[in-house]
């Protein structure tokens, strides 16, 4: 889930009714402004932002938006995502709020942890640009322009962040949201983080330093401190406003699945700079920086796929051989993404294999399916036939958690999956899968109460 999902949820079940459209083409245009600023450029940013503040109606909006779109299409962006966005608008200014409560309604009475996904991924958090137009630095910098310096408790000497180039505001309203902390919102779900490392999250910052001259060495060291810092800063700040994080993925889609390329690890600006041991660091620090209570994931799509599933394993082994040379846990849980988009395998049998996997070692990790979706194809019973199977497959063993991605269709922003077949329906009514979940899920619940009441007995 995103902030503008969450506030466009918000004003529907606050809203009266005569002012929910209005209302909501105004966090629309809030919305169309907060991506320039995070996502654009500041002559991009410059043009727009005082005429979407002064949007009223959905006229108005809606010219603002075709000629920001063409800017952006004479600029070479990529027509396909655009495309998507313009979709995802026209969607969001024709919804209604019944639809709206429709979909709250689903969140708070069927879901017991919700994913945040664009408020965590590093592209968001950090600034591509401040209110002066200038990229911020990663790391503070004295009069001279010398980097500054820090011993962290381990006492290694490292580069101090420049904090002024953060920003959690965004990811702090979503999870206030998300448990309850919103005036008049009777939810409190667990929080789960989509993601804190991803090779196609990686702010302008990041680039600048993997394209600059600088030695290998001194890019690996300055890469190596400001993860250190954001990661630890990432959990401070959620200590700080009261967020307790149930999972969060450290790393994300970091297993090769190119066949002409060597090694197990994806080809990435991370693995550019850090070498071929930089996810063993990461969940080093991600553990050092996290609460205890928090699962540490690492988190994978095309799971079933041989020859990518034997990379993913070998990712999985190559940390709990680093567990076992530490004497302590580094990741708690393996996330199968399970986006069905064509292919049948056997669920059930590369579940086991996963499982046995996350058993070996010093530690047993955690298996969870975290963005299970399908999108439409020539022959949707056959779709969704393969959500239900996969479904049905992480019950058989046991699973304790099967999280949707893009489930709530309409508010869909991004290319992956408009047209989820999932536990909803566009209007906001359940589907089959909806019932396979609930199904398998009481079935398990009920078999566990049975069970207790058998041991309570003895």
Request: hydrophobic fraction near 35%.
């Amino acid at each position: 889930m995103n902030l503008i999902t969450a506030r466009i949820f918000n004003l529907a079940v606050r809203d009266d009714g005569t002012t929910f459209n209005e209302n909501k083409i105004l966090l629309l245009a809030d919305d169309l402004k907060e991506r320039i600023r995070r996502f654009g450029n500041p002559k991009l940013y410059k043009e727009y932002v005082g005429r979407l503040d002064s949007v009223k109606t959905r006229d108005q909006f809606l010219k603002i938006f075709d000629e920001l779109v063409d800017f952006i299409k004479k600029s070479g962006f990529n027509e396909e995502k655009i495309a998507c966005v313009q979709a995802y608008t026209k969607r969001m200014l024709d919804i209604d709020q019944k639809t709206c409560k429709k979909f709250y309604s689903a969140l708070k009475n069927d879901y017991d942890v919700v994913t945040i996904d664009r408020e965590a991924k590093m592209l968001t958090t950090v600034k591509s640009f401040d209110e002066n137009g200038n990229i911020p630095p990663l790391f503070k910098q004295d009069s001279a322009g010398n980097l500054q310096t820090y011993t962290d408790k381990n006492g290694r000497v490292r580069y101090k962040i420049n904090k002024e180039c953060l920003d959690f505001d965004n990811f702090n309203r979503l999870a206030k949201f998300l448990t309850g902390k919103c005036e008049k919102i009777d939810i409190n779900k667990k929080i789960h983080v989509n993601a804190l490392i991803w090779h196609d999250a990686i702010p302008k910052q990041i680039k600048m330093l993997a394209e600059s001259d600088l030695t290998p060495q001194e890019k690996k060291r300055r890469c190596e401190d400001f993860l250190y810092a954001y990661i630890h800063e990432f959990a401070q700040n959620a200590r700080e406003h009261g967020i307790q994080l149930d999972s969060v993925e450290v790393l994300n889609e970091i297993a090769n699945d190119d066949p002409k390329q060597p090694g197990t690890l994806r080809d990435s600006v991370w693995k550019e700079l850090l070498g071929d041991d930089y996810h063993i660091e990461c969940f080093k620090i991600a553990k050092e920086a996290f609460d205890s209570s928090t699962k540490l994931f690492y988190n994978d799509y095309s799971e079933f796929h041989p020859e990518k599933k034997t990379n993913i394993l070998a990712i999985i082994k190559e940390i709990q051989k680093a567990e076992s040379e530490l004497g302590r846990p580094l990741l708690d849980g393996i996330g199968l993404q399970c986006h069905l988009f064509g292919d049948a395998f056997d669920y059930d049998a590369s579940i086991k294999e996963y499982l046995a996997t996350a058993k070996n070692g010093l530690h047993p990790k955690e298996v969870r399916i975290t963005e299970i979706d399908s999108a439409d194809c020539q022959k949707p019973s056959w779709q969704t036939q393969q959500m239900k199977d996969c479904i049905k497959a992480a019950m058989n063993n046991g699973l304790e958690t099967v999280g949707c991605w893009s489930d709530f269709s309409p508010f869909v922003d991004h290319l992956e999956n408009t047209t989820n077949i999932g536990l909803l329906a566009p209007d906001g009514q359940t589907t089959e899968i909806h019932k396979a979940m609930h199904e398998n899920f009481s079935a398990k619940a009920k078999e566990a109460e049975t069970e207790t009441e058998r041991s309570l007995t003895k």
